[in-house]
């Protein structure tokens, strides 16, 4: 019986610390070889933004953008407007969650890919996730305005792996007299 117990409490060790050494193998490959996702990668350290902005897009007439960082944007059709943020020392995949709140709900809702977009009950609030690959750090998401679109404070908070890594007040203002 002595011998039994003796027996068992050395294989219950050695695999004990067998797998731990497996286990600790295999985290160091996964450090040493990169993970292609953001929730790989946060978990060995967190995603952080370096530079964050808000600001308008415009299209010159040589089919060139330029961002604008503002907190004012006018409400006007076609008019572009959205964030930029600089993920620090980032490249790969990245999985980011938009909220964005307006200050009544517009008239219609919509996104090039509507199925990355939630809206809340009362139509003020929109939820937009994406998944981006990134080889420079830099992720962003613009918005087109159309017609219906409120005037008035709009806020807008970007998280990644549930750390908000970017937020953005800004106001929409009507070219028209009420």
Do not use: C
């Amino acid at each position: 019986m002595v011998i039994r117990n003796w027996t068992a409490t050395i294989v219950l060790t050695s695999a004990w610390l067998l797998s731990g050494f497996i286990a600790s193998e295999a985290w160091t490959s996964l450090a040493d070889h990169g993970a292609a996702s953001s929730h790989s990668i946060s978990q060995i350290k967190p995603i952080t933004a370096s530079q964050a902005e808000f600001g308008v897009l415009r299209v010159d007439s040589q089919g060139q953008s330029k961002f604008t960082p503002t907190t004012r944007v006018l409400l006007y059709q076609s008019g572009k407007y959205g964030w930029r943020i600089k993920l620090k020392n980032y490249k790969g995949k990245v999985t980011w969650r938009e909220i964005m709140r307006l200050p009544k709900p517009p008239e219609t809702w919509a996104t090039d890919d509507s199925q990355s977009l939630t809206l809340s009950a009362d139509g003020i609030e929109a939820i937009t996730t994406r998944t981006q690959f990134t080889s420079d750090g830099v992720i962003e998401n613009f918005w087109t305005m159309v017609p219906g679109d409120p005037g008035g404070k709009y806020q807008i908070q970007v998280y990644i792996d549930n750390r908000l890594i970017g937020a953005f007040d800004f106001d929409v203002i009507s070219l028209r007299k009420n």
